[in-house]
């Protein structure tokens, strides 16, 4: 059955890695990682989501990540899985607002530094999840920090949950990330390129590896893929439209989410304009039709 989907898969992958020349991604190479995350993930109960980037000169969160976070949680949740989304206090009104725009029914925890690692221990325990999957969330360094793209410590600033994936792995749960740096949870699975390629990437590599990782242009557009990816093997239309992804976007904005290249609040992301990031949305609605 799978295989049928596979050309689909590479479809889509050729639309949300636009533009990773930006940041030195371009030269990567894995096979089906989409589709196996999108799989894995139509296959499973209950799923934890991980989000959140925290902009220093901004001291909030970026709109990176909770677009795409939302975009999947939507999908799944219109699926009848049960999806619990997991972040911190920068990010959290911006998922706040996702959930009650969108309608759906998700469980989200927000953390602090002190607070993170009892908090994925209580999800783990309370909710058993099936899969846990990270979306442009901060990844540890080999010092054990996390940075910015820059090179910025941000570890003062971010609650661990690469925990998270630590201890799905020691109870053999099937983990999964998006990113589009090299600075990310997941990242760890091509940390030597990303230490060889990126831009200060033997600072910034996170070592945190998950079981697949998708690399995207903008992570947002990675969480869409996967959106359209399990829409696709359901044959059900449970992905929303590009005039979501505008109202979202507007609405995190004026709430204060910022641009994590430009440091402002405005209705971009990545750098990219809100009209590049809502024509992916309906590209990828349109294929998967």
Not at 8 to 29: D, H, P, Q, S, V
Not at 79 to 101: A, N, P, Q, W
Request: proline letters at 2%; aromatic letters at 6%; glycine letters at 10%.
């Amino acid at each position: 059955m799978i295989e049928k989907f596979v050309n689909l898969g590479e479809k889509i992958e050729e639309i949300i890695t636009e533009n990773l020349e930006f940041r030195g991604m371009a030269g990567i190479k894995l096979q089906n990682q989409l589709i196996n995350t999108a799989v894995e993930l139509n296959n499973s109960k209950v799923i934890v989501i991980v989000t959140g980037f925290y902009i220093h000169k901004a001291g909030i969160g970026e709109t990176d990540g909770p677009l795409g976070a939302l975009s999947m949680a939507n999908t799944l949740s219109r699926l009848d899985k049960e999806v619990v989304i997991l972040t911190d206090e920068y990010t959290s009104k911006f998922i706040e607002i996702g959930i009650d725009l969108l309608g759906i029914d998700v469980n989200l925890y927000v953390v602090t530094v002190e607070s993170a690692k009892m908090a994925c221990d209580g999800i783990l325990s309370k909710h058993k999840p099936d899969h846990v999957i990270a979306i442009e969330r901060p990844g540890k360094s080999a010092s054990g920090k996390y940075h910015s793209m820059s090179g910025e410590d941000l570890t003062d600033y971010i609650p661990d949950l690469d925990y998270m994936f630590e201890i799905a792995k020691v109870n053999g749960i099937r983990t999964s990330a998006i990113g589009d740096g090299g600075n990310e949870i997941g990242m760890g699975k091509i940390k030597d390129y990303i230490i060889s390629r990126v831009p200060l990437g033997e600072k910034i590599a996170s070592v945190t590896e998950t079981d697949n990782l998708i690399i995207a242009g903008v992570s947002n557009w990675g969480g869409h893929g996967v959106s359209a990816m399990i829409s696709a093997l359901n044959d059900k239309d449970v992905v929303y439209d590009e005039n979501v992804e505008f109202k979202l976007l507007d609405a995190m904005v004026s709430a204060g989410a910022v641009d994590g290249c430009t440091k402002k609040a405005e209705r971009s992301v990545d750098g990219f304009s809100l009209e590049i990031n809502m024509d992916i949305v309906k590209r990828l609605r349109e294929l998967v039709k």
